[in-house]
């Protein structure tokens, strides 16, 4: 029950960090657009 708890846990922190950086890189990429053409 532990491993599959562990196992749970770590799709989900992997799912987490994923969706964290999708964020960064989805906010990030226009900002850098607008600034260049500012």
Do not use: A, D, G, Q
């Not at 599959?4 to 989900?12: A, G, Q, S, T, V």
Request: positive net charge; glycine residues 0%.
């Amino acid at each position: 029950m532990l491993v599959c708890f562990l196992n749970n846990y770590e799709k989900f922190h992997f799912k987490r960090v994923f969706t964290i950086i999708y964020l960064i890189i989805h906010f990030s990429f226009p900002l850098s657009i607008f600034l260049k053409s500012y």
